[in-house]
């Protein structure tokens, strides 16, 4: 079979970009939109002035704390008589004894702000407990 070329002329470019799109795999960025209730908020936690109060939430059960925020990223927290399975955890020594089933949360990295502490402490909750 022979084959006579006629002539050629440009692919439009709404074509090209179309084929470019799918070969490329490359389309409109997709916005993504923060959340805009702070974990805190969704979580049921009540601000106070600078207090919350609240409960640590896990697939393990709900344990009731407190927070502290003194301003900037001085934040303290606290919770109330904490399961026993974190004294055979390595994090046991960040959870100091004040008294009356309170204990501070002691973080090595301060959390930037109360929801991603509170995220933190229910995720080392959740890890004692193998999860």
């Not at 084959?3 to 440009?10: D, I, T, Y």
């Amino acid at each position: 079979m022979r084959v006579k070329e006629l002539g050629s002329r440009p692919v439009p470019s709404t074509i090209r970009d179309l084929v470019s799109r799918m070969v490329r795999g490359r389309g409109a960025a997709e916005v993504v939109v923060r959340r805009q209730i702070p974990y805190w908020q969704e979580q049921d936690w009540v601000q106070q002035g600078n207090v919350y109060s609240g409960s640590y939430h896990t697939p393990y059960g709900a344990f009731t704390g407190w927070i502290e925020h003194r301003g900037g990223n001085i934040i303290n927290f606290f919770i109330y008589d904490p399961p026993n399975v974190l004294q055979q955890s390595s994090h046991w020594a960040c959870f100091q004894d004040q008294g009356q089933g309170w204990y501070l949360v002691h973080m090595g990295r301060r959390p930037a702000d109360v929801s991603s502490g509170i995220m933190s402490i229910e995720r080392l909750i959740t890890e004692a407990f193998g999860g």
